[in-house]
């Protein structure tokens, strides 16, 4: 019960440091200046109805409210002077019909190529950046084998503003309650940045979780090591090392690794190869680098404390009466040393795995990797001004993340070691 209480506790307290940050971002964002609607050219007229959606004409705190819980907007079709529908047309004056992504025998989605694979960007040039493939689509027929206009639809958000006699559809349009972020104005102009950070998140998991299965095993070693030889010479050369790996930025030996692996020995490439996907071996390979330069500091951070924690647990005196019993050093340490030593590692652990979505800002832009790490640095990059959008998508999220690996973390010490009660007086 003290758990329970513990736990909706905590949970409360997330979600009102999550609001107040992310309130805090939104409204100092808003006093920054945007960019003119007229430089956007041709996707003026988009940019001008997501920005009325989200209320820029309005005062700060009904577009909070906006953003947050979206607005009720009023969708009717256009008509001509004879009152038909219009049907729409595309930037090079082609009709446009009702149409679908192609998907392949697996049911993924299938991308524009040239004749040697490479992916295509809507200017027809390749690109590495899975955000800018563009899907090859098929039209939808009806039941006649005929192929189904798209018409031209105006939406308002004032009723008053529709035509006299138009037939119109009430919907709830926007708000982060419906998965809607606003549209990206600068990075990827005109594209919905929720659907731009699914297709980059893959490939920041993948690269976490790679550099996670490689470090936290490898770390728990070294520090198991490093315990039972305290004080010789094999410690001494760990912990000598875990404390370089500590203290300098993991971009300094990212830079080292990248030196050495491409320039000096020609194993890996400079640079990640996402052509093939997320989870695609052409990927992995293209990163081992970048797994590599992840996963020093996380080594280094594992080895220290597991070797600080086994150190102490094996000087208590019920290791001594282990020992008297007739254990093995072994069977003490692996029975005994371990499981108690645990109690601080385990939720190590589980922050690490937690994180796993958090991309590596520095690592990620280093290698090219466009996951989500990368398209934050980008947005706040981005020129002539930065990519507001992205950036409060982006800020929410880490800002989620973090607390909510705190969160877990603290709970899991109740659940690992029945001695601690959270929340008990």
Same mark, same amino acid.
């Given at each position: 019960m003290y758990l329970l209480?513990?736990?909706?506790k905590?949970?409360?307290?997330?979600?009102?440091?999550f609001?107040?940050?992310f309130?805090m971002?939104?409204v100092?964002?808003?006093l920054?200046?945007n960019m003119p609607a007229?430089?956007?050219?041709?996707?003026m007229e988009?940019i001008?109805?997501?920005?009325?959606?989200?209320?820029?004409?309005?005062?700060?705190i009904e577009?909070?409210v906006?953003y947050l819980f979206?607005?009720?907007?009023?969708?009717?079709d256009?008509?001509?002077i004879?009152?038909?529908?219009i049907?729409?047309?595309d930037s090079?004056?082609?009709?446009l019909?009702?149409?679908r992504?192609?998907?392949?025998?697996h049911?993924?989605?299938?991308?524009k190529t040239d004749?040697?694979?490479?992916y295509?960007?809507?200017d027809?040039?390749?690109?590495k950046d899975p955000?800018?493939?563009?899907?090859?689509?098929?039209p939808?027929l009806?039941?006649?084998?005929?192929?189904?206009p798209v018409?031209?639809?105006?939406?308002?958000?004032d009723?008053?503003?529709?035509?006299?006699?138009?037939?119109?559809?009430r919907?709830?349009m926007?708000g982060?309650?419906?998965?809607?972020f606003?549209?990206?104005e600068?990075?990827?102009?005109?594209?919905?940045?929720?659907?731009?950070?699914?297709?980059k *998140?893959?490939?920041? !998991?993948?690269?976490? +979780? @790679?550099?996670? =299965?490689?470090?936290i095993?490898l770390?728990i070693? $070294? &520090?198991?090591f490093?315990?039972?030889k305290?004080?010789k010479?094999?410690?001494?050369?760990?912990?000598?090392g875990?404390? *370089?790996?500590?203290? !300098?930025p993991s971009? +300094? @030996?990212a830079? =080292?690794?990248?030196y050495?692996?491409?320039?000096? $020995? &020609?194993?890996?490439?400079?640079?990640?190869?996402?052509?093939g996907?997320?989870?695609s071996?052409t990927?992995?390979t293209? *990163?081992i680098?970048?797994?590599?330069?992840?996963s020093?500091?996380t080594?280094?951070?594992?080895?220290?404390?597991?070797?600080?924690?086994?150190?102490e647990?094996?000087t208590?005196?019920?290791?001594?009466?282990?020992?008297?019993k007739?254990l093995t050093?072994?069977?003490a340490?692996v029975?005994?040393?371990?499981?108690?030593a645990?109690v601080?590692?385990?939720?190590?652990?589980?922050?690490?795995?937690?994180s796993?979505m958090?991309g590596?800002?520095?690592?990620?832009?280093?290698?090219?990797?466009?996951g989500?790490?990368?398209?934050?640095?980008?947005?706040?990059?981005a020129q002539?001004?930065?990519?507001?959008?992205?950036?409060m998508?982006?800020t929410?999220?880490y800002?989620l993340?973090?607390?909510?690996?705190?969160?877990?973390?603290?709970?899991?010490?109740?659940?690992?070691?029945?001695r601690?009660r959270m929340?008990?007086r």
């Amino acid at each position: 019960m003290y758990l329970l209480k513990y736990i909706l506790k905590r949970i409360g307290l997330m979600l009102l440091t999550f609001l107040v940050i992310f309130t805090m971002c939104f409204v100092f964002v808003k006093l920054l200046p945007n960019m003119p609607a007229e430089q956007f050219g041709k996707d003026m007229e988009l940019i001008l109805k997501r920005r009325e959606m989200l209320g820029y004409d309005k005062p700060i705190i009904e577009q909070y409210v906006y953003y947050l819980f979206g607005r009720t907007g009023y969708i009717y079709d256009k008509l001509d002077i004879n009152g038909n529908r219009i049907q729409s047309k595309d930037s090079q004056g082609n009709l446009l019909w009702e149409s679908r992504i192609v998907k392949d025998e697996h049911g993924n989605n299938v991308y524009k190529t040239d004749a040697d694979g490479n992916y295509l960007n809507a200017d027809g040039a390749i690109t590495k950046d899975p955000a800018l493939y563009v899907p090859v689509t098929e039209p939808i027929l009806d039941k006649d084998g005929n192929k189904i206009p798209v018409y031209e639809q105006e939406t308002v958000y004032d009723k008053s503003k529709i035509p006299e006699g138009v037939e119109y559809i009430r919907k709830g349009m926007g708000g982060i309650i419906r998965g809607y972020f606003g549209t990206s104005e600068v990075l990827y102009l005109g594209s919905d940045v929720w659907e731009i950070f699914a297709r980059k *998140i893959p490939y920041t !998991v993948a690269l976490n +979780i @790679y550099s996670i =299965l490689l470090s936290i095993p490898l770390g728990i070693a $070294l &520090g198991i090591f490093a315990a039972l030889k305290k004080n010789k010479w094999q410690d001494h050369v760990i912990s000598t090392g875990v404390m *370089i790996f500590v203290s !300098v930025p993991s971009f +300094i @030996y990212a830079f =080292l690794v990248q030196y050495i692996l491409y320039f000096k $020995l &020609g194993w890996t490439p400079p640079v990640a190869n996402a052509m093939g996907g997320a989870w695609s071996w052409t990927f992995f390979t293209s *990163i081992i680098a970048a797994i590599l330069s992840m996963s020093f500091g996380t080594i280094a951070g594992f080895a220290r404390y597991t070797r600080a924690e086994l150190t102490e647990v094996l000087t208590n005196e019920y290791m001594l009466l282990a020992r008297t019993k007739g254990l093995t050093k072994a069977q003490a340490v692996v029975r005994h040393a371990l499981r108690n030593a645990m109690v601080v590692i385990f939720p190590m652990i589980l922050g690490e795995f937690i994180s796993i979505m958090s991309g590596s800002l520095i690592i990620e832009q280093m290698f090219s990797i466009p996951g989500v790490g990368e398209l934050y640095i980008k947005s706040i990059q981005a020129q002539p001004t930065p990519d507001y959008n992205f950036f409060m998508l982006l800020t929410g999220f880490y800002t989620l993340i973090g607390l909510s690996a705190g969160i877990i973390i603290d709970i899991s010490y109740g659940i690992i070691d029945p001695r601690i009660r959270m929340g008990a007086r």
